[in-house]
């Protein structure tokens, strides 16, 4: 069992940057790969950035390439998104999910993943 806590989450003008993080519980935390998922209103669940168990392999939305950055801590069992160069699109709920690493793979969709955070609001003003 792993509980997610999403945080850092807020408004910003088009053009800052925020730091999202995301505190995981429990002990087995460095056996799952993380990933970052998004949504807006009325949008479907997107996928964002996500990161192998060790933190060796990272992945990112075309998107967000080269504005946002996904990376980890396991001795702090913490998963962090660095958000820059921040459009008025990017606004959304962002969540924080596990997937179990022997079950990974590179860009797996939202619905095959195990643990979920309950979201943080990510507003960007124009």
């Known amino acids: 069992q792993v509980q997610l806590v999403e945080s850092g989450g807020g408004l910003v003008q088009a053009g800052g940057s925020l730091r999202l993080s995301c505190a995981a519980s429990?002990?087995?935390?460095?056996?799952?790969?993380m990933g970052w998922f998004r949504q807006a209103p009325g949008k479907e669940r997107e996928f964002v950035a996500a990161?192998?168990?060790?933190?060796?392999?990272?992945y990112y939305a075309d998107s967000v390439k080269g504005r946002f950055t996904i990376s980890r801590d396991n001795a702090k069992n913490t998963v962090l998104l660095q958000m820059n160069s921040l459009k008025p699109e990017d606004t959304a709920v962002y969540y924080c999910?596990?997937?179990?690493?022997?079950?990974?793979?590179?860009?797996?969709?939202?619905?095959?993943?195990?643990?979920w955070g309950q979201g943080t609001q990510v507003t960007v003003s124009s």
């Open positions: 429990g002990r087995t935390f460095s056996s799952y790969a």
């Open positions: 990161i192998s168990w060790s933190g060796g392999n990272t």
């Open positions: 999910a596990a997937k179990w690493a022997p079950f990974y793979s590179a860009y797996d969709p939202w619905h095959t993943y195990d643990y």
